[in-house]
């Protein structure tokens, strides 16, 4: 429960109270600043508490956006104001500097004046004397207002009547920036499904479990390998997407946002996908087809995308002199409304992924499904990749040292890492990227050139180890310096497909294809934790897991002593105890997280 107390003498005719009950507030009056700072006393310390004009006159999705976020610590609409547990005492101290200062003599001598001069001036005096950010939402359509006189507070009533909020806010549970196909396949019903869902009492969790079931239903199907199995994969693969769209809607239409629900749809996005995919390859198997390895690629290369979008993406958050003609032409481009769906559809986002996804699967082979999606994800990664590049060449921006460190967390060094860095000597600046890449040129070439069995692929790992190593000795700061997490994903997931490949055996590339879909969870994991501001996974995690170069040598090691039935059997091993330590700790960071009540995150960035 939340607590509301409304300042100031009762306006005849209000609604303001139904409205903050509404919401879920209970109601308290506090006629003056007096009682009004009593009340707040009486609040229990750990619930949400607002200060509300008694003449406000808006728009109840006004109040809701205001007063209800549970992402700011403090929110303000004019006219109220309201704070989280964390911010409580400042409200507490605002209240009383502000009840004590020169215009204490003026509360209560005129109807409406009080509550406005006290709510807004709270919130002015959290920001400015306490140093509380104080989130203001845009409302732009909407009405928040204390009007000082009737005559106003008629004409404000009546731009209330002449604006639909409820309109409002089911457009506005919209993602302001999505893709091609969500935008107009999805989101004109999917919206319409979040009001129902939020008017149900369900939460954005509960539609984002109900996606998962679904596409592993989908995967399900998928796995039978027969034309009716496939076709229902791929309508059950579409439904899973339009509630994954709900979701989200559901948490922007209802302001249902937490930090378990950003980590379960995240996490879910990807386990949903790759689930399908060894779906696809277990029903393509059915049917006589081996495709592992085409699903393990696929894989592979989405993952490896991701990790080039977070690297640079944290690299620049907050980079400062931040301008390239890169940008800037992009910037230009976005200005000319076609080129911005061409290109958001060239990087094939989910929507259009999935959609791809479940069309080919329906119509076609797992074979060719693969085939398809192997070259437009190796087209779209292209196509970023080096746009990215470009900017960063063309960008004078200073990194800094959170910059820096994110992208040591995303590299994921392990024991080994740390101790050969003892004995190499920091390589020069800027020339990490290309150290990593030749490090892991060798070992991949090793890898490839070699049978199974050879030792090759054991001395390619040692120099990896050893250059991956020299190259996070110094701050990652330089301008390419993001592409180092990416090429230690890259050549970790490559080796472990190249010798589950070449091992010849039943089993291997699946089992492989567990192996890489743990570690790839535990790398997600690392950069939802970096974006929730907690940072990355406890080192204690990472050297219990390896690090890249530690497992990499691993399996090499084990492939050049075991026969590759042993081999198979060594690696699902591998794969159970990754998932196992990754999957406990995370789930466990997550729950507790949640029930701490860290803050909400929610991402509006790009679709994934």
Known sequence: MSTAIVTGQPVPGSSLEGELRALGFDVRLAPDAAQAGTALAAVPAGQRVA?????????THALRLGLTDPRFAASAVPGAVSVQPAAREALTDALRDTAEGPSAADFGTRAGTLAGVLADRVAERLAAAYGTDVHRPELGELVAAVPADPQARNEARQAVAAVDDEAIRLRTAVKARDGFFTTYCISPYSRYIARWCARRGLTPNQVTTASLVTALIAAGCAATGTRPGFVAAGLLLLFSFVLDCTDGQLARYSLQYSTLGAWLDATFDRAKEYAYYAGLALGAARGGDDVWALALGAMVLQTCRHVVDFSFNEANHDATANTSPTAALSDKLDSVGWTV?????IVLPIGERWALIAVLTALTTPRVTFIVLLIGCALAAAYTTAGRVLRSLTRRATRTDRAAQALAELSDSGPLSELLQRAVRGVPRHTAPAVAALGALVLV????????????????????????????????????????????????YGTILLIAAKADVNGALPAAFGLVAAVAYHHYDTVYRIRGGTGAPPRWLVRAIGGHE??????????????NTDFTVALTVCAVAVALVVLVESIRYWVTAHRRGAPAVHDEGEPA
Do not use: C, N, Q
């Open 51 to 59: 200060l509300v004009d008694a003449g406000f006159v808006g728009h």
């Open 341 to 345: 769906w061409v290109r958001r559809m």
């Open 550 to 563: 530690g497992r990499t040598l691993v399996v090499t090691v084990i492939a050049a002593l075991l026969t």
């Open 445 to 492: 070439l090793a890898t490839a050139l070699s049978d199974y069995g050879s030792w090759w692929p054991v001395l390619g790992a040692a120099v990896y180890a050893l250059t991956s190593a020299a190259a996070v000795s110094r701050p990652l700061k330089g301008p390419l310096d993001w592409l180092v997490p990416p090429v230690f994903r890259a050549a970790e």
